[in-house]
């Protein structure tokens, strides 16, 4: 099973960015899928996911700001962050739950939002 993120960077407060994480070698029912964030010094915390049933569950420091969201198709799922703040600033990981409740991670994309 991999997990490839991509689309992090630097970016201004104020603006946005779209995280990708493409999933490969499972193919079969995730009891979730979504993004945690580890910033420097502080423990890793869950940003956004989306649960068997396709519910949808965010921190309350990203609601209404970012937007995770799945292309099947592409076996893809995304994270738009928009009115990045510099408290947003953290290694993205993305993580797939199994059916088993396996966890599995993605090596990470750094996200910087400068002042």
């Known amino acids: 099973v991999q997990l490839v993120e991509s689309g992090g960077g630097l970016v201004q407060a104020g603006g946005g960015l779209r995280l990708s994480c493409e999933v490969s070698g499972y193919t079969f029912r995730m009891n979730a899928i979504g993004w945690y964030r580890q910033a420097p010094g502080k423990q890793r915390e869950l940003v956004a996911d989306?649960?068997?049933?396709?519910?949808?569950n965010y921190v309350d420091s990203v609601k209404g700001r970012f937007t995770i969201s799945r292309d099947n198709a592409k076996n893809t799922v995304y994270l738009q962050m928009n009115s990045l703040k510099p408290e947003d600033t953290a290694v993205y990981y993305c993580?797939?739950?199994?059916?088993?409740?396996?966890?599995?991670w993605g090596q990470g994309t750094q996200v910087t939002v400068s002042s």
């Open positions: 989306i649960r068997r049933g396709d519910s949808t």
């Open positions: 993580n797939l739950v199994g059916w088993d409740y396996q966890n599995y």
